[in-house]
Structures are given as structure tokens and as C-alpha cells.
Nanobody
Framework: QVQLVESGGGSVQSGGSLRLSCAAS????????MAWFRRTPGKEREGVAT???????DYADSVKGRFTVSGDNVKKTVQLQMNSLKPEDTAMYYC???????????????????WGQGTQVTVSS
């Protein structure tokens, strides 16, 4: 059974930093894409950052230069280092994995077949 478990959310003041982690288990494919999405009440879920199993990365324009995605292919983990946080970054953050889609589909939420439960990030002004 595939599981994605997030950790590292919390509350921070504007300008602060947080680091999210996601550990995947239960799948054995060597080629995959892992990503972070976020959702705030009343808004659509949006992609934040993506990392492939060969180390390619992609970011939403709103977080470029502030967030960094990294990972360990052997452990099947992905981290999201969030710096210079803003109140508008407040959201529930979800880890997702796509084990059957190529990098070209990384921005399509339907490409992701496994999702974590989410971890809350709150940034106060």
C-alpha cells in the first residue's frame, strides 16, 4: 500500500522559514515525480514545486527564489524549504507522487496518483 506522510508544517511570522518533508513508501518504480501542492479555503489547489527522480525541478512563479525542493531518490523523500514566507503562503500543503506520468505532465494534478494527508502552514503578518 502506497503512503505519503508529510511533516514540518506549523506557524511562523512573515519573513520566516519552514521546512516540509514527505516520505513515500509502498511503490517500487524508479522513475517518478513528486510534488508539493497547496490549497487555501475558497481557492483551487495549486502546484508549488515539483521534483523528478532524476533531479529536475519546477516551481510556481509565486514561490520562485523563495522555495527550494529537494529529495532523496533512494529513500523516496522530498523536502520543501520555504524561506521569506508571506501571509499569502498560508495554506494546507500536500505532497503528491506520480508514478505513471512523465515529467511533461508535472503541472497536471490528474497526473498524480498518490497524495498525502496534508500539513498546515500558517504565516502571520
Amino acid at each position: 500500500q502506497v503512503q505519503l506522510v508529510e511533516s514540518g508544517g506549523g506557524s511562523v511570522q512573515s519573513g520566516g522559514s519552514l521546512r516540509l518533508s514527505c516520505a513515500a513508501s509502498g511503490y517500487t518504480v524508479s522513475s517518478y515525480v513528486m510534488a508539493w501542492f497547496r490549497r487555501t479555503p475558497g481557492k483551487e489547489r495549486e502546484g508549488v514545486a515539483t521534483r523528478s527522480s532524476v533531479g529536475s525541478t519546477d516551481y510556481a512563479d509565486s514561490v520562485k527564489g523563495r522555495f527550494t525542493v529537494s529529495g532523496d531518490n533512494v529513500k523516496k523523500t522530498v523536502q520543501l524549504q520555504m524561506n521569506s514566507l508571506k501571509p499569502e503562503d498560508t495554506a494546507m500543503y500536500y505532497c503528491a507522487a506520480a508514478t505513471a506520468a512523465s515529467w511533461g505532465f508535472r503541472r497536471q494534478q490528474t497526473a498524480y496518483n498518490y497524495w498525502g494527508q496534508g500539513t498546515q502552514v500558517t504565516v502571520s503578518s
